[in-house]
Nanobody, 122 residues
Framework: QVQLVESGGGLVQPGGSLRLSCAASGRFFRINDMGWYRQAPGKQRALVVVISNSGSTNYADSVKGRFTISRDYAKNTVSLQMNSLKPEDTAVYYC????????????????WGQGTQVTVSS
């Protein structure tokens, strides 16, 4: 079982920057992937970026070159540096973790944070 807590959201002008952070806690065997998803009003939740235990990343095309994910494997935290923000980036951002819960259960399970609002507006 993984609990995720996000922080760092807020209001920023177009072209500005924000940094989101997420901390994982609870009882689990191993978190394999961590990442960020976002959901704007009236739209489906969409991938922003994920990072694996090997360090490989997968960014949505819309954020490539602007957003950077960082992961501290020892602390089980992940951050998202968002630069050159656009109004289209406005959404609730959710931290995600894909984890194994135990040594004997080899399945992966998805866990979600409560979400943090990011608003990009002039």
């Amino acid at each position: 079982q993984v609990q995720l807590v996000e922080s760092g959201g807020g209001l920023v002008q177009p072209g500005g920057s924000l940094r989101l952070s997420c901390a994982a806690s609870g009882r689990f065997f191993r978190i394999n992937d961590m990442g960020w998803y976002r959901q704007a009003p009236g739209k489906q939740r969409a991938l922003v970026v994920v990072i694996s235990n090997s360090g490989s990343t997968n960014y949505a095309d819309s954020v490539k070159g602007r957003f950077t994910i960082s992961r501290d494997y020892a602390k089980n935290t992940v951050s998202l540096q968002m630069n050159s923000l656009k109004p289209e980036d406005t959404a609730v951002y959710y931290c995600n973790a894909r984890a194994r819960n135990s040594l004997i259960d080899r399945n992966e399970y998805d866990y979600w944070g409560q979400g943090t609002q990011v608003t990009v507006s002039s």
